[in-house]
């Protein structure tokens, strides 16, 4: 099985390239690359994303056919996807970071800045925060209710179809932090950063 990490120079995904050949335990092939060919002949794919909403855009349409490449595999195909951070924010129509940016409009929706109350909240929002597990998800196999996962944000996932939503955290407000619609998969939480728990989540999305 190959399991592709989508690289398109959206930041530093090290910590992500190591956890999942961590969770992968050499059972499972998982490649870095930016190449088109090797991304359509892939099992499953991982998105990831630091930086803002309309720099991960702009990365991403960057590489000439790899957002059509990125549609017939998850859309098309209906192939297994995990968007992680920013790249689950992307599976949105519209995002407001910087300037008004189209996502990928693969769960139709907006990414807005989280409402910090006048201040009374620190933005980004950075640490570990409880996860509320509102609906089963292929990828919270084995994992408890309340597990505390790390974030790093200041802007939320604020999908139209509320029964996409896996999980919640409370910051501010009620805030989605994973998705799941048929193949596809994103957690706003970095499971990579996320100790053991983490750990499970990428070895359940591995195992799908």
């Not at 859309?75 to 920013?86: A, E, H, M, S």
């Not at 409370?170 to 750990?199: A, M, R, W």
Request: with cysteine; charged share 25%.
């Amino acid at each position: 099985m190959n399991v592709t990490i989508v690289d398109y120079n959206s930041g530093n995904i090290s910590s992500v390239i190591n956890s999942f050949k961590e969770a992968a335990k050499a059972k499972v092939n998982i490649e870095v690359t930016s190449d088109l060919n090797k991304i359509k002949l892939s099992d499953k794919i991982v998105l990831p994303g630091q930086g803002s909403f309309k720099s991960c855009v702009d990365a991403l349409n960057g590489i000439d056919g790899l957002v059509e490449t990125l549609n017939e595999f998850a859309i098309t195909n209906k192939k297994p996807l995990l968007g992680i951070c920013v790249g689950l924010q992307m599976f949105a129509d519209l995002g407001y970071e910087e300037t008004e940016t189209s996502g990928l409009g693969w769960i139709s929706g907006k990414v807005s800045k989280i409402d910090n109350q006048n201040n009374k909240f620190k933005l980004p929002h950075i640490g570990w925060n409880e996860i509320y597990i509102i609906k089963e998800s292929k990828i919270f196999k084995d994992i408890e209710n309340k597990s505390h996962m790390y974030f790093v944000h200041s802007y939320e996932f604020i999908p139209e179809d509320k029964n996409v939503i896996s999980a919640t955290t409370e910051y501010s407000s009620n805030i989605v932090c994973s998705v799941e619609k048929e193949n596809i998969f994103g957690t706003q939480f970095h499971p990579e950063k996320s100790d053991k728990i983490g750990l499970k989540i990428i070895d359940n999305f591995i195992r799908l």
